[in-house]
Nanobody, 117 residues
Framework: QVQLVESGGGLVQPGGSLRLSCVVS????????RGWYRQAPGKQRELVAD???????TYADSVKDRFTISRDNAKDTVYLQMNNLKPEDTAIYYC???????????WGQGTQVTVSS
């Protein structure tokens, strides 16, 4: 059974930074990729960034050069370092784990990030 628990959201001023963490409880061989999606009010959920089991990363154009995804396999944790945050980054951020073989995506409960002065 795969479980995901996120932490690290909150309120930050424009230009500030936050780091999101997600503990992914699963057999490491079950997971093809870990990632972060977000959903802003009135908008569709979108990919922010993901990282595969081989370390390949993908970023949305809107966050390139500002956000960095990383993982610590020893801690079963994936991180999203968010720098130079903008009001348009305000959203609920969801951690995901894509299962190897099936491609099925598991979701965390979400953590709110609000960027406002």
């Amino acid at each position: 059974q795969v479980q995901l628990v996120e932490s690290g959201g909150g309120l930050v001023q424009p230009g500030g930074s936050l780091r999101l963490s997600c503990v992914v409880s699963a057999d490491i061989f079950q997971i093809h990729a870990r990632g972060w999606y977000r959903q802003a009010p009135g908008k569709q959920r979108e990919l922010v960034a993901d990282i595969t089991s081989t370390g390949t990363t993908t970023y949305a154009d809107s966050v390139k050069d500002r956000f960095t995804i990383s993982r610590d396999n020893a801690k079963d944790t994936v991180y999203l370092q968010m720098n130079n945050l903008k009001p348009e980054d305000t959203a609920i951020y969801y951690c995901t784990a894509t299962l190897a073989g099936t491609g099925l995506k598991k979701w965390g409960q979400g953590t709110q990030v609000t960027v406002s002065s």
